[in-house]
Each structure stands twice: as C-alpha cells, then as structure tokens.
T-cell receptor, first 111, second 112 residues
Framework: GDSVTQKQGQVTLSEDDFLFINCTYS??????LLWYVQYLGQGPQLLLK?????NKGISRGFEATYDKGTTSFHLQKASVQESDSAVYFC??????????FGTGTRLQVLP | GGIITQTPKFLIGQEGQKLTLKCQQN?????MYWYRQDSGKGLRLIYY???????QKGDLSEGYDASREKKSSFSLTVTSAQKNEMAVFLC???????????FGPGTRLLVL
C-alpha cells in the first residue's frame, strides 16, 4: 500500500544551521507530495506542495524536491531560526485521494 | 480565509465514559476529517465525510462514532474511553479529498 517514511524522530540544530529532514515514500501512483508544519499547540498547516507537474516546492525559505528515481521528498532550509522549531510532517496524496502522513520529525532550534 | 473551531480544547474523562468532540468550519468545504495524533505515531485517520450525512471509516475507526450533522460541522464520539489514554484529536477540512487539508487546533484528551 501507500506509505511515507520519516526516519528522523527528532533533529536538534543551532540557529543558522542547515536543515535536512529525510522523507521517502512508496506508492504505485503519481502522487502529490506535501510538507506540513505543526507549531506547539496548533494544528498542522501546509508548508509546501509539489505535484508531478512541478518537481520542486519552495516556501518561507524551505524547499523540497520530488525525486521519482529515489522516491524521496526531503525538506531543506539553508539557515534555520529558533522560530522554525516545530514538528514537520511529510505526506502524499495518491490516486485513492486519502492523504497518507509520515510520523513526523520534531525540529528543535537552539538560540 | 476561514477557520476551524474545535471544542472543547481540553477534555478529561473517566474510564468507560462516552465523550463527544465537536468541530466547526466556515470554509464551506465539502470534506471533513477526524485524526488522532499520538506522540511518535503521526496522524491516523479515524473518520472522514465527503458531504453532509456521509461517513467513511478510516484506519482507526474502532471505538469511535462520527456524525456529519450539516456541512459545517463534524462531531466525533469516543464510545468508551480507555484508562490512561492520552492523545490529541485533530479535525480538518478540504474542498475535496485530494485538496489541501486545513486543520483545527485540536482537542487534547486525557482519561483518568
């Protein structure tokens, strides 16, 4: 079936560090891929979205590239800030249309 | 823009109790969802509804009931709360299933 894997449960960085959050997926369809961000005490909100038509998404300094060859959709940011501390969810929307979420990666950015 | 409101924000229950969580959206979205969020397990779909009076089971529907009374509201019932249960229940809505989901702030459940 369709699945999303985020191997990193937690990532701790200092301000201005480079961020890389790993996400791989498995599906027999050509899905839309998404990253959601959940700040403390809030629900998840869409950070960026990539379809098969446009293989890269950029939002608020974050970027993710849809790599069909490696079935990956890693999230990157050149320089993180303390305000980026949150949980990040990778997700895919397969042809069945039921969104499949990864388990989330908690990012802690130290001042 | 729109907003999703979830009530109550915090819910403390007793083992075996029936508990109801409510969700309202003013996006005028057709599809609504209930997810359960446990630490380290991501978001698991309990129920969803693609239109008023429709109900579809998710992967975690056992132990829950849901009701889509009208387009703007979707309620979830925990039929028998389990002792020491602790989780966040998130409501979401989207225009259609394949579209971006917008989430509410969640209801935090603790069962004593």
């Amino acid at each position: 079936g369709d699945s999303v894997t985020q191997k990193q449960g937690q990532v701790t960085l200092s301000e201005d560090d480079f961020l890389f959050i790993n996400c791989t997926y498995s599906t027999t369809t050509y899905p839309t891929l998404l990253w959601y961000v959940q700040y403390l005490g809030q629900g998840p909100q869409l950070l960026l979205k990539v379809t098969t038509a446009n293989n890269k998404g950029i939002s608020r300094g974050f970027e993710a590239t849809y790599d069909k060859g490696t079935t990956s959709f890693h999230l990157q940011k050149a320089s993180v800030q303390e305000s980026d501390s949150a949980v990040y969810f990778c997700a895919l929307v397969p042809n069945t249309n039921k969104v499949v979420f990864g388990t989330g990666t908690r990012l802690q950015v130290l001042p | 823009g729109g907003i999703i409101t979830q009530t109550p924000k915090f819910l403390i229950g007793q083992e075996g109790q029936k508990l109801t969580l409510k969700c309202q959206q003013n996006f005028n979205h057709d599809t609504m969802y209930w997810y359960r969020q446990d630490s380290g397990k991501g978001l698991r779909l309990i129920y969803y509804s693609i239109t008023e009076n429709d109900l579809q089971k998710g992967d975690l529907s056992e132990g829950y009931d849901a009701s889509r009374e009208k387009k703007s509201s979707f309620s979830l019932t925990v039929t028998s709360a389990q002792k020491n249960e602790m989780a966040v229940f998130l409501c979401a809505s989207s225009i259609r299933q394949q579209d971006t989901q917008y989430f509410g702030p969640g209801t935090r459940l603790l069962v004593l």
